[in-house]
């Protein structure tokens, strides 16, 4: 079975929090949240989250892809934490797949794994001294090899479709979509 790990930051976006975990587990992928710290994420809206572990319980694991849902000031703790960028290193070393959606594509930026790649994010959320690095695109989800990155709250359903389709193929992808009654394309 896949696994995927999402980090949960206070001041998360729970709309793309909550979509990514839903859909990938619907699509039979085990999804570890963890917290940045022990006990429930407030999240950028007041919904409160309970990871299912601390992010020092999990990173010797080894995991399929790791997820970053945006928001602010989640985004901002995510990319403050060594730790995140410990990870997010060690994945591209290891080529997983690397996924961040509206603000949290900054974190990739400044962790150095946007560089001649083709990417998105809600606008205004990659340092403009950055941009130039990369090419910029305004998709709802763009994908450069084994780095994913999608727009912002309104785009997490094709965002995760899209992460379901790199990790366990298109038909399980249109399986979701379909019981969902949501079609993608």
Known sequence: MKQVLIPLATGCEELEAVTLIDLLRRAGVEVITAGLQAGPVTCSRGTVLVPDTTLDAVMGRPFDMIVLPGGLPGTTHLDADSRIHALLQRMNQEEKFIAAICAAPSVLANAGLLQGKKVTSYPTCIP??????????????????????????????????????????????????????????
């Open 128 to 185: 403009d001294e950055q941009l130039p690095s990369m090419e910029y695109r305004e998709e709802s989800v763009v994908q450069d090899g084994r780095v994913i990155t999608s727009r912002g709250p309104g785009t997490a359903m094709v965002f995760a479709l899209t992460l379901i389709e790199n990790l366990v193929g298109r038909e399980v992808r249109l399986q979701v979509e379909g019981d969902l009654l949501f079609r993608s394309s």
